[in-house]
């Protein structure tokens, strides 16, 4: 299996833009998570869904931020409008299942800069 | 909410030294599970524990799953250049919460060849 699958790998915009990262999930994963990283935050979980519903969008920090999943082999993050303090990495991982001992796979992030 | 505190945030040590850096949380989980990311890449799973008390090996890293459930640590023995990176705790508290995971800061490691 090719693993997650996130693109663009970089993307650099500027203030106000719109800006729309998409995963595709490792083949039969159920679950899939959207992460935020940076130096200052860490990795913070900004929702997950489960079965291409959303179960938990509380971290996500604001209504510019949105997500979706329209099928269970792709998933998209959309900021609009995009501001400076968004620069970060954005993850998605997947996992199959709900349980105790089902591993989170991470793709290789989205290195997001807004100027 | 759960926090979970790593430490420590960095370490800078020579090749061939033993490593260890733990977690440790105010409150309990059910899952602890312990992630590496190289530079531009995501967070890769090392080890998962499951039960309070669980010492797992993966090579030259232990885990250990500490019997109050709130802490677990990380041992690399004998570190190689490739060790470099940062490392991150993860814990899952149990059905109820999901698939949820909660991460800590990260330990940054520097191995002096």
């Known amino acids: 299996d090719a693993g997650v699958i996130q693109s663009p790998r970089h993307e650099v915009t500027e203030m106000g833009q719109e800006v729309t990262l998409r995963c595709k999930p490792i083949s039969g994963h159920d679950y899939l998570f959207w992460y935020r990283q940076t130096m200052m935050r860490g990795l913070e979980l900004l929702i997950y869904f489960n079965n291409n519903v959303p179960i938990d969008d509380s971290g996500m920090p604001e209504d510019r931020f949105s997500a979706k999943m329209p099928n269970a082999s792709f998933s998209t993050l959309k900021i609009q409008p995009s501001e400076p303090r968004d620069s970060a990495v954005y993850f998605c991982?997947?996992?199959?299942?709900?349980?105790?001992?089902?591993?989170?796979?991470f793709g290789p992030g989205t290195r997001l800069l807004v100027l | 909410g759960q926090q979970l505190n790593q430490s420590p945030q960095s370490m800078f040590i020579q090749e061939g030294e033993d490593v260890s850096m733990n977690c440790t949380s105010s409150s309990i989980f059910n899952t602890w599970l312990w992630y590496k990311q190289d530079p531009g890449e995501g967070p890769v799973l090392l080890i998962a524990l499951y039960k309070a008390g669980e010492l797992t090996s993966n090579g030259r890293l232990t885990a250990q799953f500490g019997i109050t459930r709130k802490d677990s640590f990380l041992n690399i023995s004998a570190s190689i250049p490739s060790d470099v990176g940062i490392y991150f705790c993860?814990?899952?508290?149990?059905?109820?919460?999901?698939?949820?995971?909660?991460f800590g800061g990260g330990t940054r490691l520097m191995v002096k060849p």
């Open positions: 991982a997947s996992s199959l299942g709900g349980g105790l001992q089902e591993t989170q796979y």
């Open positions: 993860a814990g899952r508290v149990g059905r109820n919460a999901g698939n949820m995971l909660t």
